[in-house]
């Protein structure tokens, strides 16, 4: 008989009995947390803010939500989006879910660039370039597609109603370090780190790449929500429907290093001005204040763009999937997919000897 050698991870709970453990239940977590509940794993998140919190450092709950390909990212980024596109268009089919297929128009300050967001006409239907009479004649050039809008306010309860129902569970509880996280579940092998913003102050990770970046919208009331519209160049703006709410969201800006809960009304004055000249038809230059509200939330980015890793440390597997800014909902499900993929590596190397 051969010598049995025991696994790094000895532990007596079989390795697809021990709980994936989360760190963080914003719509990185959450959407992860979904994805490996789908495929038979055991999941528990750990967080400070849950779904259906509204604390404005929990930017999951405020975020704009659309799906707009990034320029200047590498093919294996452009792909994580590319997969998030795919798992919400099925989502668009079930109102539940929050997410919506709707028109949009991208105008351009000037040609794009190599690495522009143009590789997303791969992805999107209906993609075309707009002739020069059919948007104002300031652009350089402009394009039209089909795209999908996600509403956080539908969103995320809907996320936490699937991983209950699919048997994940929701702990409550701010930690201080990932040693700590580690300490309340010592059989468990796999934990990943999505605590957004929290990688900053952990104790045992203090990224100082990560930085709080706030961001104040205005929400509008109308019927005219069926199409996005973005500015991209020095006047970035944007027209972000929200069907489901019946309303647009009206952006943009991001301050680095702002907490304030208040709003700035110069900011919202800035937003509805840039709006109404972006898309004269849905925003008026003065919206009655009836029709108007305001979303702040403060953004967990990364100076770098997002970390998205994973490292063994002994007998423990640590994934990292955080600082993605305002990015998060379009990176999501891709960001999910990856994760799975990882903790399916981590399953392969303890069962596999």
């Known amino acids: ?53 509204q604390d404005i450092r929990y930017a999951s709950a405020w975020a704009g939500a659309a799906w707009h390909a990034a320029g200047g990212i590498s093919p294996d980024q452009r792909y994580l989006q590319a997969v998030t596109h795919r798992i919400l268009l099925k989502m668009a089919l079930e109102p539940e879910t929050g997410v919506s297929l709707v028109d949009a128009r991208e105008y351009l300050e000037q040609q794009p660039t190599p690495d522009s967001a143009l590789w997303g006409k791969t992805v999107v239907s209906r993609f075309r370039n707009l002739s020069p009479g059919e948007y104002p004649s300031e652009f350089a050039c402009a394009w039209a597609y089909q795209t999908l809008v996600t ?47 929290g990688s900053k102050t952990l ?59 208040d709003v700035d009304f110069e900011i919202a004055r800035d937003e509805i001005a840039r709006a109404h000249r972006l898309a004269p038809e849905i925003v008026p230059a003065n919206p009655p204040e009836s029709a108007i509200s305001h979303i702040i939330g403060i953004r967990p ?32 499900y891709g960001v999910a997919e990856a994760l799975v993929r990882m903790v399916e590596q981590a399953e392969r190397d303890n069962v596999i000897l």
């Open 203 to 261: 104790a045992d990770v203090r990224d100082d790449r990560c930085f709080p970046e706030r961001g104040q919208n205005v929400f509008l009331r109308t019927d005219q929500c069926r199409t996005m519209y973005f500015r991209n160049g020095q006047e970035y703006t944007y027209v972000i429907p929200r069907p489901y709410s019946g309303g647009v969201v009206l952006g943009g800006v991001k301050q680095q290093e702002n907490l304030s809960p």
């Open 151 to 197: 509403d956080p306010t539908r969103h995320m309860p809907y996320l936490k109603q699937q991983i209950l129902k699919l048997g994940g569970r929701f702990i409550r509880h701010k930690v201080d370090s990932l040693q700590e996280l580690y300490g309340m579940f010592p059989d468990s092998g796999v934990f990943i780190n999505a605590s957004g913003l």
């Open 1 to 53: 008989m051969g010598e049995y050698n025991q696994p790094a991870n000895d532990s007596p709970v079989p390795f697809a009995q021990r709980p994936i453990i989360i760190l963080g239940a914003g719509i990185i977590g959450c959407a992860a947390a979904r994805q490996l509940l789908l495929q038979g794993f055991d999941v528990t998140l750990v967080a400070e803010f849950l779904p259906g919190d």
């Open 301 to 332: 980015s990364r100076k770098g763009g997002f970390r998205l890793d994973s490292e063994v440390h002994g007998s423990r597997t640590l994934l990292s999937a955080y600082g993605f800014g305002g990015g998060g909902y379009a990176f999501s």
